[in-house]
C-alpha cells in the first residue's frame, strides 16, 4: 500500500491553487470538486469554502484553462484577471505567435492575446501570475513589455519616434540613390559604376546603422529558439551584401568585379519605407480611439460652497454641482440640475443633430454644451463614466481575436522556418545546377526578402480596429471579435416589443364612458393614478394635464398584476385589467364589442368601475397605444432588404402584438410570451438560424444571452447591456441593420486581406526561387504587401449608413 502511494506521489505532474467565486455552502464545494476531479489527469482535487481556493493536482499534463471550464460547467467562476500589456519589438505574425506561446506557459495564464496591430497583449490570468512573471516570459522570447501606463505615453514621445523613422527613411534614400544611379544608366545605353570602395563607403551605414533594427530583433528571435520577418531581412541583405564585400577584396579579380550593394541598400530602404507607410495606415486605424479619448476634458468647473472653482477632473467627485458655459465640453456624467440647453452627443452616440436637455435630464461626459448655461450633479466619474466605459469596450473589442485569426496563427508559426528551408534549398539548387554562386545567393535573398508574414499579421486586427472604430462612430458598440464575426450570419432578428421597437411610453388614445362624459372618466382616473410610476398612468396624468389640479384619493393600493383600489371624493374605485373586473363581478358586456376590437389594432385596455350598495357598476374604459419608434419601419424594411428574417416576441395578447407587426412589417409575431420564456423562444429559433436578439429591458437579459448575437438599446438597462454582445447607443432599431452591415464588411476585408497576404506569398515566394525576381524587386514588393493589406482595410473608414430598403 506505501508502496503504491509512493508511485501516486511521484506520478503526479503539476499542481495548481485558485481562487472560485460564487460558493456559498457545501454543496457548491462537492459540485467544484466534483467537476474537477471529471477533467482526465486530475488526481486530487480539494475546495475551501472559508478562503474559496482550490488546490488540484494532477498525474498527467492538464492545462489551466481545462480546470477553469471544469469550474464554470459546475456553474461558478474561476477568479481571474485581466492584464494589459504594451509590446515592443514585434514586426509580424511570426512574432505574434511565439509572444502568445510565452505567455501562456507562465503558470496561472488562462489566456493570451497578441494584438499586433494595437502592440498590446491582453492576458487574462489568476493570482499566480504575477505582472512581473509575465514580463519576463516576454523579454525572454526577446521583446520588451510593460504595463500601458509605465509605457512613454507622453504625446512627444510617439511623434518623436515618428520623426526618427521619417529621417531614417530619407537619410537610407540618399544613400542609396547613388548606388541605382548606375541601373537607371544602362537603362539609356551607358555604362558606368562607382568604385567599389564607394559603394562599400554608401551601404554600410544602411546596412548596419539604419538597418540594426533587424539584426536586433533577428538576433532576439534566434535566442528564443525561433524566426521572424527581421530575421529573414537580415539574413537576406546580409548575403548580398557580404557577396559584394568578398568581390570587393577579392584576390586577383580581373575586370570589373559584381558588385550588389545596390540590392541590399535599396531593400533596407524601400523596407524602411514600407514600415513607416505602415505605422502611418496602423495610426489611422486606431483613429477611433483617439477621438473619444479627445473628449474628455481636463478640468470642470466646481460650484462648493456657493463658489467656482475649476479643479483637474480627477478631483471631481460624485454629488458634486459641475458648471458648464456654452460651447464647452461636458466634464462628467450627470443630470441637469439647472439651466435648459441642447448637447451635441454626435461622436457618443452618433446622433446627429443635437439633442435638448432640461432639468432632470442626463447627460454624458464628452459631449457638447450648446447654448445654455447648465449646472450637472454628477453621477459618475473616471472608470465608471460612459465614456469611459465605451472607450474601455472598443479597445477590447479591438484587442480580441476573431476566429478566423487561428488560421493565420498556425501559419506563422511554421512560416519562417518553411522560407529559411526554401532559400537553402533555393540556393544549393542555383549554385550545384549552374555553377554560378553569385547567382545563387541573388535567388536565395530574393526568397528570403520576399517572404513576408507581416501582411498575414496585420490582415485581421487591422480590419477589426477599422469596423470596431467606424461601429463606434456611429453609435454601435461591438463587445469583442467574435461578435463582430458572428454577425454577419445572422438570418433571424428578434425585437423584444416594448421599448424596442414601440417608444415604452404609451399615450392615452380613447376614453370611452357608459355614461356621462369622457373628462369626469378622465378625473376619476387621473385621482386614483396620481402616485403612480406605471407608463400607463404617466399617460393618464399627461391627458389630464399636469397643471390641473387633480381630486382628491384615499386608501389607494395595488392589486398585484391586476390595477388598483382607492376612493376618489367618496366613490370606491377599480381601475384595472378584465381580470380585475372579472374577478370583482363587474359586467363588461356595453362596452366589451368595443374593446375586442381596440385589442384588435394594438391597444391596451383598463377598465374603470365603482363598486356600490347595489354592485360593482362599470364606468368606462380607456386605451392605450404605444406608438413605433421613429424609423422602426424603415428599420425593419432594412432588415428585410438585407435578407434577414424578423420576428417580434412580446407579452401583449396576439391581437395587439399583430397590430404592431404589422404596422412595421414584421415577419412573424411570438404573443404572450412571458419574460422568462422569452430566452425559451431565442433557443427554438437558433435551431432554424444564426439569431440577433434586440432588447433594452431586465427581462430581455436571458436572451440576449441566449441569443448568438445580443442586441442591447443603450436606453435600456446596464443589465440588458452587459448580457449583449452589441450595444447601440441610441435608441433607433435601424442602427441593428447597421450592424450587420458593418460587420459583413469588415468580415469580407478580412477575408480580402488575407487572400492577397497568402496569394502574395504562395505566388512570390515559387517566382523568386526560379529566379525571376531581383531582389530589389522582390524588397519593393514585400513593403507593398503590408501597405495593400492596410490601404484596403482603410476603406472601411469610409462606410456611412447607406442601406435603404
Known sequence: MNASLSQAAAAVQDNFRFEVSGMTCASCVGRVERGLKSVPGVATAVINLATETAEVSTHAPVALHELANAVAKAGYEMASREVDLAIGGMTCASCVARIEKALRKVPGVLQ?????????????????????????????????????????????????????????????????????????????GEHWMLP???????????????????????????????????????????AGYGLSVYNVFQPGHHGPAPLYFEASAVVITLILMGKWLEARAKRQTTEAIRALQALRPATARVRRNGAETEVPIANVVVGD??????????????????????????LITGESMPVAKGEGDRVTGGAVNGEGLIAIETKAVGAESALARIIRLVEDAQA??????????????????????????????WGLGTGDWNQAILTAVA???????????????????????????????????????????????????????????????ELLPKDGSPQELLALAAALQAGSEHPLAKAVIQAYGSERKTLAASDVRAVAGRGLRGEVAGRALLLGSSSMMMEAGVDLAPLEGRAETLAAYGHSVSWLAEETAQGPQLLGLLSFRDQPRPGALEAIAELRALGLRTVMISGDNFGAARAV??????????????????????????????????????????????????FAMGSGTDVAMHA??????????????????????????????????????????????????????????????????????????????????
Request: charged content about 15%; some cysteine.
Open 447 to 509: 526568397v528570403l526578402v520576399i517572404a513576408c508574414p507581416c501582411a498575414l499579421g496585420l490582415a485581421t486586427p487591422t480590419a477589426i480596429m477599422a469596423g470596431t472604430g467606424v461601429a463606434a462612430r456611429t453609435g454601435i458598440l461591438i463587445k469583442d471579435a467574435e461578435a463582430l464575426e458572428t454577425a454577419r450570419k445572422v438570418s433571424i432578428v428578434a425585437f423584444d416589443k416594448t421599448g424596442t421597437l414601440t417608444t415604452g411610453r404609451p399615450d392615452l388614445a
Open 196 to 238: 567599389g570602395w564607394l559603394q562599400l563607403a554608401l551601404a554600410t551605414p544602411v546596412q548596419f546603422w539604419l538597418g540594426a533594427r533587424f539584426y536586433k530583433a533577428g538576433w532576439r528571435a534566434l535566442k528564443a529558439g525561433t524566426g521572424n520577418m527581421d530575421l529573414l531581412v537580415a539574413l537576406g541583405t546580409s
Open 661 to 710: 407587426a404589422a404596422a412595421l412589417g414584421i415577419d412573424e409575431v411570438r404573443a404572450n410570451v412571458m419574460p422568462e420564456d422569452k430566452a425559451a423562444v431565442v433557443a427554438e429559433l437558433s435551431t432554424e438560424g444564426v439569431v440577433a436578439m434586440v432588447g433594452d429591458g431586465i427581462n430581455d437579459a436571458p436572451a440576449l444571452a441566449a441569443a448568438n448575437v445580443g
Open 112 to 188: 493570451a492575446t497578441v494584438n499586433l496591430a494595437t502592440e498590446r497583449a491582453l492576458v487574462r490570468a489568476t493570482a499566480q501570475a504575477a505582472d512581473s512573471d509575465l514580463i519576463a516570459a516576454v523579454t525572454a522570447a526577446g521583446y520588451t513589455a510593460q504595463a500601458p501606463e509605465a509605457a512613454p505615453g507622453t504625446a512627444e514621445a510617439p511623434h518623436q519616434a515618428r520623426s526618427k523613422e521619417a529621417a531614417h527613411l530619407v537619410i537610407a534614400a540618399i544613400l542609396s540613390l547613388p548606388l541605382v544611379l548606375p541601373m537607371a544608366g544602362m537603362l539609356v
Open 400 to 429: 480580441k481575436k476573431a476566429p478566423i485569426q487561428r488560421v493565420v496563427d498556425r501559419v506563422s508559426a511554421i512560416f519562417v522556418p518553411v522560407v529559411i528551408v526554401v532559400a537553402l534549398a533555393t540556393l544549393l539548387a
Open 321 to 346: 454641482i459641475v458648471v458648464v458655459r456654452p460651447g464647452e465640453r461636458i466634464p462628467v456624467d450627470g443630470n441637469i440640475a439647472e439651466g435648459r440647453t441642447h448637447a451635441d452627443e454626435s
Open 724 to 805: 449583449a454582445a452589441v450595444t447601440l447607443m441610441r435608441p433607433d432599431p435601424s442602427l441593428v441593420a447597421q450592424a450587420i452591415d458593418i460587420s459583413r464588411r469588415t468580415t469580407r476585408k478580412i477575408h480580402q486581406n488575407l487572400f492577397w497576404a497568402f496569394g502574395y506569398n504562395v505566388v512570390g515566394i515559387p517566382v523568386a526561387a526560379l529566379g525571376l525576381l531581383d531582389p530589389v524587386i522582390a524588397g519593393a514588393a514585400m513593403a507593398l504587401s503590408s501597405v495593400s493589406v492596410l490601404a484596403n482595410t482603410l476603406l472601411l473608414r469610409q462606410w456611412q449608413p447607406a442601406i435603404k430598403a
